[in-house]
């Protein structure tokens, strides 16, 4: 039976923060209509808005549809439905403490509102004293997470960052939106490449980026500086709008952030692992052997598609980061893989900031906890991730990770958190399969070319088997911390640098390869300060092997 969650009242708070008591509605018109939110303390919140016509119907599975003109009078108090979300198992961990299945619930679930197919809204943030018109404030739109598969605009209220931004006398607005998950996103196979249909996620987020140019500047935005921000799926999101359109951003940005995500080693949405999806599919719905399958699915109603999306694996399922339902080239949108695209040079260029928590995999670990001796792994490696390895390339693969568990993630934590024999190991080799090694790869191709920064994160070392965990630096970004205060820098003028910042951060090239670092404690080797500029050269062997791998056989 699928778990029901249970919330970490700590974590809760932190992203409840900005819940103070709306005050009086303040409104804004668009085209011929009257939005209506709320003001709250310094801010004027605008949710829910509309930025698409209702993708169901005849629109399920097509390309957004822009809305011609809005009419009427609206009200934007309340963030829209999420949209509809893939059932997700809570592994079960027998040796963890409460406050680690917490942790984990909280990750998994995320505070989701409720879901509807019709979901596709944006909200806008805004500093009250600002006037339209007499001054135009730099945007920042935030992609969510969730492994394509969960979670929700609504999950992250951008009040905690607009009024940091007011404080630092560096007022920005905040954008974020909703985009299709799972299937009804991303579904895959031959039959949606021939039909062009891949990627509609991808889709959403660049008509809500077409929407915010139309008019961000009714709410004092500023559309020629607009940063996109995202984590984990989201950071993937916004590296697939730096390299869509052979890198041209059509202004309709102006720089990148990336927490958690970059160009992913993933194939074509008909290869060896999006095809399988489809086919389950079409025998799932019944409607394998149609005339006009995407039709049926078209047609049919929409609990019964939802139980079909439901019995695909997840992220936290055996597979784990080999998901159903995930951006793959689809010679529209993305024109070839993206790890390829990156070598091709089509990348936007702007300036961008790139980073990572230091224990990207331990959270997609738990399901496979049956994985205990180096022969296991390696059969999991070879029938989930690489079917085409040979046997000499295999073993060399499970070489680039040793097998004593203080080698492993989390990192740092010596033989602690070796949940069983392999966890350590294995999680060391998710995280940089598909986002450490990836992180590095495009840096490597891009970072004398573009002007970047990296970082990385390597705080929450103390909490057991997940360790500086993906989505761990969540609140550093969301409440209060350094990285908000970088990144509140970064949007008003594309470096995250200042007198007053809690650190110098030096750009990333190839010579240098400089990361500011952030720790929980005073590391005895570093500047006596919880933050350090250390160098991006670690486990470079087993990057460099990795990202051989996965450009002969993407995932």
Same mark, same amino acid.
């Given at each position: 039976m699928r778990s029901k969650p249970v919330l970490s009242l700590a974590l809760s708070a932190c992203f409840a923060a900005a819940a103070a008591f709306?005050?009086?509605?303040?409104?804004?018109?668009?085209?011929g209509a009257i939005f209506t939110g709320t003001s709250n303390g310094p801010v004027n919140k605008f949710l829910g808005i509309p930025y698409a016509q209702a993708p169901v119907g005849d629109l399920r599975f097509r390309p957004p549809m822009a809305i011609p003109a809005y009419t009427g009078i609206h009200d934007a108090s309340r963030f829209g439905p999420a949209?509809?979300?893939?059932?997700?198992?809570?592994?079960?961990?027998?040796?963890?403490?409460?406050?680690?299945?917490?942790?984990?619930?909280?990750?998994?679930?995320?505070?989701?509102?409720?879901?509807?197919?019709?979901?596709?809204?944006?909200?806008?943030i805004t500093p009250k004293s600002i006037v339209p018109g007499l001054r135009k404030l730099p945007v920042v739109v935030w992609f969510h997470g969730g492994g394509f598969e969960m979670s929700s605009a609504s999950t992250y209220d951008g009040t905690p960052i607009v009024r940091r931004s007011i404080d630092l006398n560096e007022p920005v607005v905040y954008v974020s939106m909703n985009y299709r998950l799972s299937a009804l996103g991303f579904l895959g196979g031959d039959v949606v490449r021939a039909a062009g249909l891949g990627n509609l996620g991808l889709h959403d987020q660049r008509l809500a980026l077409r929407w915010v140019q139309k008019y961000i500047s009714s709410f004092g935005g500023d559309p020629d500086r607009v940063t996109i921000w995202g984590q984990s799926a989201g950071a993937m999101s916004v590296a697939m709008q730096m390299i869509t359109n052979d890198g041209d951003t059509e202004g309709l940005f102006h720089a990148a952030f990336m927490q958690s995500g970059s160009p992913i080693p993933f194939g074509w949405i008909d290869?060896?692992?999006?095809?399988?999806?489809?086919?389950?599919?079409?025998?799932d719905t019944g409607c394998g052997g149609q005339e006009d399958e995407i039709e049926c699915l078209r047609q049919m109603p929409f609990d019964e598609l939802m139980t079909a999306i439901n019995k695909s694996p997840d992220i936290f399922d055996w597979e784990s980061i080999i998901e159903a339902w995930i951006p793959r080239a689809d010679g529209v949108f993305l024109k070839d893989t993206p790890q390829r695209?990156?070598?091709?040079?089509?990348v936007a260029d702007?300036?961008?900031?790139?980073?990572?928590?230091?224990?990207? @995999? %331990?959270?997609?670990?738990? +399901?496979?906890?049956?994985?205990?001796?180096? /022969?296991?792994?390696?059969?999991?490696?070879?029938?989930?991730?690489f079917p085409d390895i040979t046997d000499e390339e295999l073993q060399t693969l499970l070489g680039t990770h040793a097998e004593d568990p203080a080698a492993g993630s989390p990192f @740092? %934590?010596?033989?602690?958190? +070796?949940?069983?024999?392999?966890?350590?190991? /294995?999680?060391?080799?998710?995280?940089?399969?598909v986002f450490q090694a990836p992180r590095r790869y495009f840096l490597n191709q891009v970072a004398d070319k573009r002007t970047c920064w990296m970082y990385l994160n390597k705080r929450n070392k103390l909490i057991p088997y997940l360790g500086s965990y993906q989505g761990s630096d969540l609140p550093q970004f969301y409440t209060s911390g350094e990285m908000q205060d970088y990144l509140i820098f970064f949007t008003n003028t594309h470096d995250p640098n200042r007198e007053r910042a809690p650190s110098a951060w030096p750009q990333y090239d190839l010579a240098s390869r400089s990361v500011l670092t952030l720790y929980d404690f005073v590391p005895t080797d570093g500047n006596g300060k919880k933050i350090n500029i250390?160098?991006?050269?670690?486990?470079?062997?087993?990057?460099?092997?990795?990202?051989?791998?996965?450009?002969?056989?993407?995932?």
């Open positions: 709306p005050g009086p509605p303040i409104s804004v018109r668009l085209d949209c509809p979300q893939q059932e997700r198992e809570v592994p079960d961990i027998p040796k963890a403490a409460q406050e680690v299945k917490d942790y984990l619930n909280f990750t998994l679930w995320q505070h989701t509102q409720p879901s509807s197919e019709d979901c596709l809204t944006i909200n806008v290869g060896k692992h999006g095809q399988r999806y489809w086919d389950a599919m079409m025998v695209l990156v070598g091709a040079g089509s702007v300036p961008f900031i790139i980073g990572n928590v230091d224990d990207e @995999g %331990t959270l997609f670990t738990f +399901a496979n906890l049956n994985i205990t001796t180096q /022969e296991l792994l390696g059969q999991y490696a070879h029938s989930n991730f @740092g %934590t010596g033989l602690e958190n +070796a949940l069983t024999p392999e966890f350590k190991r /294995e999680s060391a080799a998710k995280g940089d399969m250390t160098s991006d050269t670690f486990r470079a062997d087993t990057f460099e092997y990795i990202t051989m791998l996965a450009m002969k056989y993407p995932l």
